[in-house]
């Protein structure tokens, strides 16, 4: 099999594997997006507080 042919056919494997794949529905989207917002502000908010002790921690002991 030539390079070229070998190139075709993983063309028409990526086609074929293509029609396969479900994506999700808005609503879906937009809840999964609202997730990743809340755990972000989460963890930023968690890692804002651990900060601010080590940096009085850290003061404290200069």
Do not use: C, H
């Not at 994506?23 to 997006?33: C, E, F, G, L, R």
């Not at 502000?41 to 850290?58: K, M, R």
């Amino acid at each position: 099999m030539s390079k070229v042919q070998e190139i075709q056919q993983f063309f028409r494997e990526v086609k074929v594997e293509t029609k396969k794949v479900t994506y999700p529905s808005k609503q879906d989207t937009i809840a999964t997006t609202y997730v990743v917002i809340a755990v972000v502000l989460v963890i930023s908010f968690y890692l804002g507080v651990v900060d601010w002790i080590l940096s009085q921690l850290i003061g404290m002991a200069l």
